[in-house]
């Protein structure tokens, strides 16, 4: 490939990786406000539709981010050996870091769920 042909690769695939993470975000987002206004209200089967609803896309888009991300620094690799001096700022533990927050805070989500559900006596 030629330079542009990988910058441009890398920029997409940055782009790709940026869209996911926004989606899980959303994603997110909206899990933590329905818990927030409606856990205690939603029934046991309710809240599993829910719960498996949104773990199964927010790990999707995880993966999908975790994947873009893995590709650009495929691409980044390539370019280094064309452009020696080129800097990359994407770096593959910060990939698996990422990768540890997002399904992390899936965790974290869902544990949010069940305090709003459970609440502890003071």
């Known amino acids: 490939m030629t330079e542009y042909e990988l910058v441009d690769a890398i920029a997409s695939y940055n782009d790709q990786g940026m869209s996911s993470v926004l989606a899980y975000f959303t994603v997110s987002s909206g899990y933590l406000v329905a818990a ?51 800097v990359a700022y994407l770096k593959p533990w910060l990939l698996y870091t990422a990768g540890a927050v997002l399904v992390g805070g899936v965790a974290a ?10 609440p502890k006596a003071e």
């Open 36 to 86: 927030y206004l409606a856990g205690k209200a939603m029934t046991r089967s309710q809240v599993v539709i829910v719960s498996i609803l949104f773990a199964s896309i927010a790990l999707l888009v995880s993966y999908s981010a975790v994947g873009s991300y893995s590709r650009s620094i495929h691409f980044w690799a390539d370019l280094l050996i064309l452009r020696p001096d080129s």
């Open 109 to 118: 989500s869902m544990k949010f769920m069940w305090d709003v559900r459970h």
